[in-house]
């Protein structure tokens, strides 16, 4: 693990809005990252909702 990025909010939607802006802003050179699928993630309607099972990411992961 190269770091370690956590967002806060006082809501979900306000967490989220903070993730994307820092994700947005991440620069990492000379190694690939998981930058993009993380971006995806915040921009995924049902995560957005919430109440996603520990499932989510592995059935996402198979529909690509």
Known sequence: ??????AHGDT???AIARMRIALSEMVVEGIKTNIPLHQDLMND???KRGGTTIHYLEQKLQKK
């Open 1 to 6: 693990m190269i770091g370690k990025v956590i």
């Open 12 to 14: 979900r939607d306000q």
């Open 45 to 47: 309607a049902a995560f």
